[in-house]
């Protein structure tokens, strides 16, 4: 996909340290700094029951505490979070694969384009081989008509050998780096 194209990222682990500290704070700083590509939906999945509202809520917390620019204004912090989404499930259980895809296909329903899909693993290590497992049996990794990614973020405390990303990418800081289809 190229850098200005319209995507969704699902993040699994969205319930964790990892999201509310790093990924939801620089995913609005891009946002902010209107380098995010639009238009995009952010698919947030975890065991942890939460509807909708409640994830953004608390990513709006998380962005007070964590990132450097702050919303300007209710209006644009609405946008944003008009494009969060929660599905709770266990991503090792392959019953929340459909539930992912019509999340999925439910925000690319409301916008043109290809359906590019980005699914990032901020999950303990021990998950990612059942992640990637069920997403390739899953239509939601093969009926993308867009690139589908998947992707993780090496454990910064632990050996890297049992947390080896499944694709090379890093979305945390400044800016997000797009990998080749994996
Ligand atoms: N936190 C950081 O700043 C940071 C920095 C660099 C790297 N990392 C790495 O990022 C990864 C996630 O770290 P974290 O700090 O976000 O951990 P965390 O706070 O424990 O969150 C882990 C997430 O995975 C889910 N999870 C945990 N155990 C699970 C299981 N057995 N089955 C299904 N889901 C499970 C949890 O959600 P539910 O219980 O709701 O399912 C939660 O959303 C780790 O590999 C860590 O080393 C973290």
């Known amino acids: ?20 500290r790093k990924l939801m704070p620089a995913l609005w700083s891009l946002y902010a700094g209107r380098v995010l590509p639009e238009p995009f939906a952010i698919i947030a999945t975890a065991r942890t029951g939460m509807a909708d509202d409640e994830f953004r809520v608390r990513t709006r917390a998380a962005i007070g505490e964590f990132a450097r620019i702050q919303p300007p204004s209710e209006a644009v912090w609405e946008r944003f979070a008009g494009a969060l989404s929660y599905v709770a499930g266990d991503p090792a259980d392959a019953s929340l694969y459909p539930r992912l895809e019509r999340a999925l ?12 899909r980005l699914f990032y693993c ?39 050998s049992s947390g080896s990303p499944t694709a090379s990418s890093s ?12």
Do not use: H, Q, V
Request: hydrophobic share 30%; proline share 7%.
């Open 171 to 182: 979305l945390c800081g400044t800016g997000i780096t797009w990998p080749r289809s994996s």
């Open 105 to 116: 296909k439910d925000a690319e329903a409301t916008r043109s384009g290809p359906a590019n």
């Open 122 to 160: 901020a999950t303990p290590p021990s998950l990612y081989d059942d992640i990637t497992a069920n997403l390739g049996a899953s239509s939601a990794r093969t009926r993308s008509t867009g690139s589908t990614t998947t992707s993780a973020r090496r454990p910064s405390r632990t050996s890297s």
């Open 1 to 20: 996909m190229s850098a200005d194209e319209p995507f969704s990222l699902i993040i699994f682990g969205a319930s964790g340290d990892l999201t509310r």
